[in-house]
């Protein structure tokens, strides 16, 4: 039996869930050079440490699909403010609170200019919080009262909190210069503008159009989560038979460190802090329970005999053609193993199996105490 794609990166749209377990037989090499370098996959036997439960007549409260009318409304709106134009202000020089201004911006840390917190021609409304990071940041409230073309300085403290870690607890001057001062021109949502901007030739097609696609896209995240769900109530059901021995959750912590390090640096955070703030529980914890579910997984796979025949694997092929622009099997498997397609394949088929023995309740509505 060969490492499968989890369960958990199926369910995400991130593969951030998933573990680097296999059950069975040796599993896949990884195929990219960052894996081979630091990815070696780990071998379990499902039987050995974990018991299945319960998988079929699990019963979920359903996630709701509605699709309200408001949100049309935002949605439609949203279309209007991608095109708001801003025109200068010119019977008035001086700054005042809410108003919109175009402004360049340099920021100094340590006595050097800081690019990534550095601008021209910007606009932005003073007090909309758009450059507001925290206290001691007070970036928008120093330019009201200041004058269009002279700039500003400003001395200011980067959060100790602050997501980007290279600059958190930093003092930094900010020169800020105010080019003018605008006010906010909204099209009006008229026939004329929506057959301009959009592929609807009149304002009640688009909201139509605009209903369909929420309502598909709130229907799609709700088959998301009813699985996820469903998942995690058909692994709460298995009983963990034997403890993983700790070379092997040693070799998982290393596997899922490789996996998420790009992931947790995006947000300033080590591995470590990334696993504990975002699933509340140790990287080793992580590691085990990323462990046992691959083993569930391995398990349900087992005893529903599921296989993926070359027919679906070519009908997969063609849809990678087909809608993802490659142009033939070679060069899709440039990209991705033949073992890797199937797998995926494979967790779909099995998603799809638990899912036809899961009752879904409807989601009950929230009511507020008086």
């Known amino acids: 039996m060969k490492k499968f794609i989890s369960i958990a990166a199926v369910l995400t749209a991130v593969c951030l869930l998933g573990g680097c377990g296999s059950s069975g037989e040796k599993a896949a090499e990884a195929t990219t ?111 009201v009262g200041a004058k269009v073309g002279e700039p500003v300085k400003m001395e200011l403290t980067f959060p100790e909190d602050y997501d980007d870690t290279d600059v958190a607890g930093k003092k930094c001057t900010m020169e800020v210069t105010v080019n003018a001062i605008e006010e906010e021109v909204v099209p009006e949502l008229t026939d004329a503008f929506v057959k301009e901007n959009t592929d609807c030739d009149t304002v009640e097609e688009y909201k139509k159009q605009t209903r369909k696609e929420l309502e598909e896209s709130a229907q799609s995240e709700a088959q998301d989560t009813n699985e996820q769900n469903m998942w995690e109530q058909v692994v709460a059901n298995c009983k963990q038979i034997k403890e993983f021995p700790q070379d092997i959750v040693d070799q998982e912590v290393a596997n899922l460190t490789a996996e998420n390090e790009e992931w947790a640096s995006y947000f300033g955070m080590d591995v470590e802090e990334f696993i504990e703030e975002y699933y509340a ?25 599921l296989s993926v025949t070359d027919q679906e694997y070519k009908d997969e092929i063609q849809i990678y053609i087909d809608d993802y622009g490659y142009e033939d ?25 638990l899912m036809s023995y899961t009752t879904i309740t409807e989601a009950q509505a929230e009511t507020t105490a008086e």
Do not use: H, W
């Not at 529980?281 to 005999?305: F, G, R």
């Open 33 to 143: 050079e960052s894996e081979t370098a630091q990815i070696v996959p780990v071998e379990v036997d499902a039987e050995e440490y974990v018991e299945l439960g319960e998988y079929k007549g699990i019963t979920i409260e359903g996630a709701s699909a509605e699709v309200t009318d408001e949100e049309v409304e935002e949605e439609i709106q949203n279309l209007v403010l991608d095109y708001v134009e801003y025109q200068e202000i010119t019977d008035r020089d001086t700054v005042k609170d809410e108003d919109f201004v175009n402004i360049d911006y340099t920021c100094t840390i340590d006595g050097e200019e800081n690019d990534s917190y550095s601008d021209t021609d910007i606009d932005t409304q003073i007090g909309s919080g758009e450059f507001t990071l925290g206290e001691g940041f007070e970036f928008e409230e120093n330019l």
């Open 281 to 305: 529980m140790s990287l080793e914890e992580y590691a085990k329970d990323t462990l046992k579910k691959q083993c569930v997984q391995d398990l349900l796979v087992k005893a529903e005999n």
């Open 329 to 353: 099997e070679d060069e899709i498997l440039e990209y991705y193993t033949e073992d890797e397609i199937r797998n995926e394949l494979l967790m779909y088929k099995l998603l799809d199996k």
